[in-house]
Structures are given as structure tokens and as C-alpha cells.
T-cell receptor, first 113, second 117 residues
Framework: NAGVMQNPRHLVRRRGQEARLRCSPM?????VYWYRQLPEEGLKFMVY????????ESGMPKERFSAEFPKEGPSILRIQQVVRGDSAAYFC???????????FGQGTRLTVV | AQTVTQSQPEMSVQEAETVTLSCTYD???????LFWYKQPPSRQMILVIR??????QNATENRFSVNFQKAAKSFSLKISDSQLGDAAMYFC??????????????FGQGTRLTINP
């Protein structure tokens, strides 16, 4: 059973471009969470999704950020018109329904130049 | 809102010795989960140990154990017989148990642990 897969591992974007981060949860996991980690800080919750539904997006910036978890395919975190402050590591985690813990991917490091 | 505080940005210990990392949290809930995660330079978040708040017994996983003081809202991690591979950032995290299956975690700022050979 493969773990949570995130790609790409590293992503470089110029200011104003769009960034798309992908997360494939573990098999059998229908819950996906996105977190952001700024340098030398802990992870901050962004959004919690189930298949085709956003359950909790209380940590998402109001503008430029969106997330989806379609019926088929990976979850996508999309950042439009990136700025330097978006540079961070973005982690995805997944869990099964009723699961006691979430499993993390290795993260995507986004660098905005 | 729940908060998690790790007051030690950095800690170091001699190989084979014991070290304790501190964590305090604030919540009005009576039932919840607490975690310690390890993040080595590879960035992978690795679950070290988990504690359910309704359990009075402290969790233990091999060389890792916790001291859970619910009334004091304290959750420290003890690493015995420290090994070079234990060097990493350690994060304390809180999770509500109210919503079944929801893994929304609140993380502390982290403690960087160095192991001296």
C-alpha cells in the first residue's frame, strides 16, 4: 500500500504564475487535509476535503487559493498569481473515515522567484 | 480556539542519554488527541506517539514515552537512549475528537533536537 503521494516535490514559479500541487491519498482514504509550513515554523491547517466536498476551509486564504478533491483523481491545491510570501512547504495528509490518525506525504516545496 | 506551545526552539543531548521535550496546550474540550511528530531533513512527517486524553496511562513506544498531565495541559516527550537518527524537528500537535474522522491538527512551533556523538 503506497503512502500519500505528493507531486511535484519541488516547484519553482515566477511571481504572477499559477501553482498546482497534487496529492494522491493512500488507498481507501477518502479524507484529505492540506497544511502549509513556512520556514522554521510548524504546520498550519489550510483545508479539509472529502470526495467532491470541502468540509472545512477555515485556514485557506480568502483569495488566490482553492482546493478540490474530485471523485476521480488526486486532490489539487491551486494557488493563482503567486507571490513571494507563498513560498513554503505544502503538505497533504489523508485518513480513512473514522481513522485515528492521518498519514502525511513528503510535501511540495514551492519557491516563488 | 486551541493552541499548542513548544517553548524550547532547540535542544541538544549526548548520544545514549535521555532528553525531554516540552509541550503545553490550551483547550476547553475534555476529549481530544495529542501527538508528537518527527520531521527529519527529508521533511517527511513521521508520527512518533499518540495519546488519547481520556486515557490516564501515558503512551509508550519503545524508547519514546510521554508525560501527559491533563489538568496542567502539559504533554512532554521523553526520548531514552538517544540515537543519532533521532536528530530532527519535533512537533507537538492537538486534534479534537468531536468530529469523527476529522484530522484537523493544530501544531506547535517545533523543537529542533540535536544529538551529540
Amino acid at each position: 500500500n503506497a503512502g500519500v503521494m505528493q507531486n511535484p516535490r519541488h516547484l519553482v514559479r515566477r511571481r504572477g504564475q499559477e501553482a498546482r500541487l497534487r496529492c494522491s491519498p493512500m488507498k481507501g482514504h477518502s479524507h484529505v487535509y492540506w497544511y502549509r509550513q513556512l520556514p522554521e515554523e510548524g504546520l498550519k491547517f489550510m483545508v479539509y476535503l472529502q470526495k467532491e466536498n470541502i468540509i472545512d476551509e477555515s485556514g485557506m486564504p480568502k483569495e488566490r487559493f482553492s482546493a478540490e478533491f474530485p471523485k476521480e483523481g488526486p486532490s489539487i491545491l491551486r494557488i493563482q498569481q503567486v507571490v513571494r510570501g507563498d513560498s513554503a512547504a505544502y503538505f497533504c495528509a489523508s485518513s480513512p473515515p473514522g481513522g485515528a490518525e492521518a498519514f502525511f506525504g513528503q510535501g511540495t516545496r514551492l519557491t516563488v522567484v | 480556539a486551541q493552541t499548542v506551545t513548544q517553548s524550547q526552539p532547540e535542544m541538544s543531548v549526548q548520544e545514549a542519554e535521555t532528553v525531554t521535550l516540552s509541550c503545553t496546550y490550551d483547550t476547553s474540550e475534555s476529549d481530544y488527541y495529542l501527538f508528537w511528530y518527527k520531521q527529519p531533513p527529508s521533511r517527511q512527517m513521521i508520527l512518533v506517539i499518540r495519546q488519547e486524553a481520556y486515557k490516564q496511562q501515558n503512551a509508550t513506544e519503545n524508547r519514546f514515552s510521554v508525560n501527559f498531565q491533563k489538568a496542567a495541559k502539559s504533554f512532554s516527550l521523553k526520548i531514552s537512549d538517544s540515537q543519532l537518527g533521532d536528530a530532527a524537528m519535533y512537533f507537538c500537535a492537538y486534534r479534537t475528537s468531536i468530529i469523527q474522522g476529522a484530522q484537523k491538527l493544530v501544531f506547535g512551533q517545533g523543537t529542533r533536537l540535536t544529538i551529540n556523538p
